[in-house]
């Protein structure tokens, strides 16, 4: 989120990992407003169940507006159940073409344990070269951390743990209380 809009509003870092038939979603805990810790135990990743088809999604940006977004994100998939890259599609449209939701500041990582993606108010849905995406303020550094990680013979869950304390090290926006979600493979 850029420092011209809202009220100084900072931080998460989400990252998914993909690896070994498993996909874990991470996130630290962390609200900041300018350079105060509002909340340190905020839950950032979702596990949404519709129409009985698992999919986990995490969130970076304004809580309100991802809320919006994950309930939007919840109807598409209940349209389209099974469906995650349609759903996800369609939301993307949906946030780059209506007025209101162009407006909500935000960015998802969602999976369904075999599909991933990050979806964007741009109308972006982008899926990892690498089997590993992260957005957020401390998302370039858990991703160039997990990207490292990804050849060792650590399970999906390290990885994404020990991406995260290292960016947890690094970016003054994200903390060490994680909600982790796995799906697949299990």
Not at 45 to 64: D, I, M, Q, W, Y
Not at 95 to 123: F, H, P, S
Request: charged residues 20%.
């Amino acid at each position: 989120m850029s420092e011209g809009n809202g009220p100084g509003w900072h931080g998460t870092t989400i990252i998914g990992v993909r690896k070994g038939g498993q996909v874990v979603v991470a996130g630290d805990g962390q609200v900041s407003l300018g350079q105060t810790v509002i909340k340190g135990t905020a839950r950032k990743v979702r596990r949404l169940k519709p129409g009985g088809h698992e999919v986990v999604a995490g969130f970076a940006g304004s809580t309100a507006d991802a809320f919006t977004l994950l309930e939007r994100l919840e109807a598409k998939l209940e349209a389209a159940p099974g469906q995650l890259q349609r759903a996800c599609v369609e939301l993307a449209k949906d946030w780059r073409t209506d007025k209101y939701l162009q407006k909500l500041e935000a960015m998802l990582i969602v999976t369904d344990g075999t599909d991933l993606y990050v979806v964007t108010g741009a109308g972006d849905v982008l899926e990892p070269e690498h089997d590993v995406t992260a957005i957020g303020s401390g998302g370039n550094y858990a991703l160039a951390a997990a990207r490292a990680l990804m050849g060792s013979d650590l399970a999906a869950e390290e990885i994404a743990r020990k991406a995260m304390a290292i960016a947890a090290d690094i970016c003054v926006y994200t903390n060490g209380n994680l909600t982790v979600e796995t799906i697949g493979g299990q």
